[in-house]
């Protein structure tokens, strides 16, 4: 193996200076520390596995691509992680380090690989298969690039105002700028190096005769409310409750007749706008936050629902038909497959073995507090209600803000655990006084002082669903960065095109 340690000592010798020595030393036998990929001693992309070997008493790590940690949070032990290598070709150390309870900081262990990447790129783009003209404001690209690219920005204007990379792949929508005329498309390709190359198309549009624009609300004779995508489409409101997360009244309605109607294609129903409502199916336990492109991510438990979105998390959950489920996609919150984790809780069958749980049930306990949480951030006994003996649950114990593993109130969530659903905003209260909103790269940005400032109202952002967490959380925030007014991408319907969350 290649799994290496970094132990770093202050030594005094009388006769010579004070050195501080780096002493390279395996950890094959010890079985403690990292490995990249297997051991492979290269790879092509900055994507990359990590297997993890901890001690018995570790308790948490912290990972970095710099040997200073610059970046990097304490988090809960996990045995295998993705992770993202730095830009750059050539020898990439990844380093790791352990803390047992009482905050003992193992010395920093350290794995390498090479990276592979070409010193130059090629790169092009198709639009709409080649043709010139479209009446169509949603054009199809079909990108093309040499190995090493892994990202692209895309922008109707040379500067890039507001755009952001996203993982390359071979197909992708886009909506061109309104009106008609020659409409350019820019694409920035970015290799695994940092190099970035831009490329341009143009096509001719013509906006159709009669034109609804993009983005109506549109109501025939019938009680349907109905959204004109850029797809061209009519995209129906199937539920009140799913019009008025995006809308606060019926004052941009516009009425059309029945035969107007007809002229569109009906496409699929709107789905409920990510950070405002809880969606549980009826008849079904389960209770899912909203997130970008109709992607339903799963709430582990009362307590998770709690650190969300507080002690009134309960009144946020609409209950809509079990029909409506085909709308969306469940992100279920495991990389296991049904094989190695029945009910797809995030533990897999081996360790559910270990500790004694169910791996057909996320909270074996049924203490209000899922037996994921339990092992990877509490550490509490996922097969006993009460891990203290204190005469309360452990859940309950938190939803109560006291430590559910011995005395005392809960000051911190442990580092690196909690992450807001995507499609949330969220105010940090507890450090910048700021609110923030948790984008679908996964970054959180910076969006603005308060509910009333321009950001927050032109993205539809609605007050009464402003997270305001009982405890501090981690924020990934990108420095920097913040969310324009009126982004596309936050006021409008969407939907998961080539696996891209895109307007529709």
């Excluded at 193996?1 to 132990?7: A, C, G, V, Y």
């Excluded at 003992?104 to 003209?133: H, Q």
Aim: hydrophobic content about 35%; aromatic content about 14%.
């Amino acid at each position: 193996m290649r799994k290496n340690q970094l132990s770093f000592s202050a030594l005094w010798v009388p006769i010579f200076v004070t050195l501080l020595v780096i002493i390279p030393q395996s950890s094959h036998a010890a079985a403690v520390g990292i490995a990249i990929d297997k051991n492979h001693v290269s790879t092509k992309t900055r994507e990359v596995d990590l297997e993890i070997y901890p001690t018995d008493t570790t308790y948490q790590m912290r990972i970095a691509n710099n040997i200073d940690f610059k970046g990097a949070y304490w988090e809960s032990i996990k045995t295998d992680k993705k992770w993202t290598l730095d830009f750059g070709a050539g020898t990439q150390t990844v380093y790791i380090q352990f803390r047992t309870r009482a905050k003992k900081e193992s010395s920093v262990m350290f794995d390498t690989i090479r990276l592979d990447v070409p010193a130059n790129m090629a790169v092009d783009f198709i639009m709409n298969k080649g043709e010139r003209a479209t009446n169509s404001r949603y054009v199809d690209l079909e990108l093309q690039y040499s190995e090493g690219v892994e990202s692209v920005a895309l922008s109707n204007d040379a500067i890039f105002s507001g755009a952001r990379f996203i993982p390359i792949q071979k197909n992708l929508k886009w909506i061109i700028s309104p009106l008609s005329g020659e409409k350019f498309v820019y694409l920035r390709f970015r290799d695994a190096n940092g190099a970035t190359r831009t490329v341009s198309r143009s096509v001719m549009y013509t906006e159709p005769p009669y034109h609804l624009a993009e983005e109506s609300l549109i109501k025939g004779d019938g009680d349907t409310v109905y959204y004109l995508g850029y797809d061209g489409q009519l995209h129906p409101y199937l539920h009140s409750v799913v019009y008025h997360s995006y809308n606060p009244n019926f004052n941009g309605v516009k009425h059309v007749s029945d035969q107007k109607l007809r002229e569109y294609f009906i496409g699929e129903p709107v789905c409920m706008k990510p950070g405002t409502w809880l969606v549980k199916f009826q008849s079904l336990p389960r209770v899912y936050a909203v997130e970008p492109g109709c992607r339903l991510k799963p709430i582990r438990s009362e307590v998770e629902a709690f650190i969300y979105y507080g002690d009134r998390w309960a009144g946020r959950i609409l209950e809509i038909a079990p029909a409506f489920e085909g709308f969306y996609t469940i992100e279920e919150r495991t990389i296991y497959d049904r094989e190695d984790d029945r009910d797809q809780d995030g533990v897999n069958k081996d360790t559910e073995e270990s500790y004694g749980t169910s791996d057909q049930n996320g909270d074996s306990d049924n203490d209000r507090l899922s037996d994921f949480e339990e092992i990877n951030y509490w550490y509490t006994d996922p097969t006993k209600k009460d891990t203290d003996g204190d005469g309360i649950y452990d859940g309950d114990e938190i939803l109560l803000k006291r430590a559910p593993y011995g005395a005392g109130t809960i000051s911190a969530l442990p580092e690196g655990t909690y992450i807001p659903p995507q499609g949330s905003a969220v105010l940090d209260w507890w450090s910048k006084k700021q609110i923030y909103y948790q984008y679908h790269d996964g970054w959180t940005y910076y969006l603005s002082q308060s509910t009333a400032d321009e950001a927050f109202v032109s993205n539809g952002l609605q007050r009464n669903f402003l997270l305001v967490p009982p405890f501090p959380l981690s924020l990934n925030i990108r420095d920097g960065w913040h969310i324009y007014s009126d982004s596309l991408q936050i006021r409008a319907p969407q939907a998961t095109r080539y696996n891209t969350v895109t307007p529709l």
